[in-house]
């Protein structure tokens, strides 16, 4: 079984706080306060941004030096939910809310399941260390394209 990074257990629970929020929503069976689309969606898309800041932010160095389609998919996505939770908030759009819930929920498959693949690794192929995220810190390899980032890094003294 492949072990979960903290980062991504509590991103989890932050998902499925808001996934709960929205069904209750859904339902009408909303808490009193979150009676309204706007407010309902405020406090989905906090907690979305908080699920992102605790599953991206720690590792971003190392999301920058990774896979470049990961980066540009999850981008995409990342603006997709921001516009999304922007139309939401300026119309009170249903549409808009159920956008910005499931593109969070991709989102958070998508990261979940790319942390969990990287941090099973558990020594770089190229020195031996041990590693965690894509991106060797001893040696510069580059765990997803499998290359050295930087070559200077390996020359022999002289």
């Known amino acids: 079984m492949k072990r979960i990074p903290t980062r991504d257990l509590i991103a989890t629970c932050l998902v499925a706080a808001a996934v709960l929020l929205y069904v209750l929503w859904l339902v009408d069976a909303a808490l009193a306060v979150m009676d309204?689309?706007?407010?309902?969606?405020?406090?989905?898309?906090?907690?979305g941004f908080a699920a992102s800041a605790t599953a991206v932010v720690p590792g971003f160095d190392q999301l920058l030096?990774?896979?470049?389609?990961?980066?540009?998919?999850?981008?995409?996505?990342?603006?997709?939910?921001?516009?999304a939770g922007v139309v939401m908030l300026w119309s009170a759009g249903n549409a808009a809310l159920t956008v910005l819930m499931a593109t969070m929920v991709?989102?958070?498959?998508?990261a979940t399941t790319h942390h969990t693949l990287v941090a099973s690794r558990k020594a770089c192929p190229a020195c031996g260390a041990s590693v965690q995220e894509t991106y060797c810190e001893?040696?510069?390899y580059d765990l997803i394209r499998k290359t050295r980032a930087d070559s200077v890094l390996h020359r022999s003294p002289l």
């Open 65 to 83: 030096h990774g896979n470049r389609a990961y980066l540009a998919a999850v981008s995409l996505l990342g603006l997709v939910a921001f516009v």
């Open 36 to 47: 309204s689309t706007r407010t309902t969606g405020l406090v989905i898309l906090g907690l």
């Open 106 to 110: 991709v989102l958070w498959i998508i």
């Open 138 to 140: 001893v040696c510069g």
